[in-house]
């Protein structure tokens, strides 16, 4: 089992920047990838970025391409999410996610709000 705790969520004004975290725990705790993805009430989870664990390719939604950084620290077993020049629209629950056995994101945390005021 898996367990994925996030943290680093909270209020910002537009403009300005926060940074996610999130430790994965589990007794043989192995990944193929780490991502975030997030969502807004009454709207599906929408896919923010993503991390291969073997390697340093990363991948992003158009809508924060330029504006965040997904990395990693395999030491810690971390993933970072730096999100720079926020906007309003990026307000939602944040989940982070992993894909432990190469066929898709199979753990989720329990998520983190960012809010973002205009």
């Known amino acids: 089992q898996v367990q994925l705790v996030e943290s680093g969520g909270g209020l910002v004004q537009a403009g300005g920047s926060l940074r996610l975290s999130c430790a994965a725990s589990?007794?043989?705790?192995?990944?193929?990838?780490m991502g975030w993805f997030r969502q807004v009430p009454g709207k599906e989870r929408e896919f923010v970025a993503a991390?291969?664990?073997?390697?340093?390719?990363?991948h992003y939604a158009d809508s924060v391409k330029g504006r965040f950084t997904i990395s990693k620290d395999i030491s810690k077993n971390t993933v970072y999410l730096q999100m720079n020049r926020l906007k309003p629209d990026d307000t939602a629950v944040y989940y982070c996610?992993?894909?432990?056995?190469?066929?898709?994101?199979?753990?989720w945390g329990q998520g983190t709000q960012v809010t973002v005021s205009s």
């Open positions: 996610v992993t894909d432990s056995r190469g066929g898709g994101y199979d753990f």
């Open positions: 991390i291969s664990w073997k390697s340093d390719n990363t």
């Open positions: 589990g007794r043989t705790f192995s990944s193929y990838a």
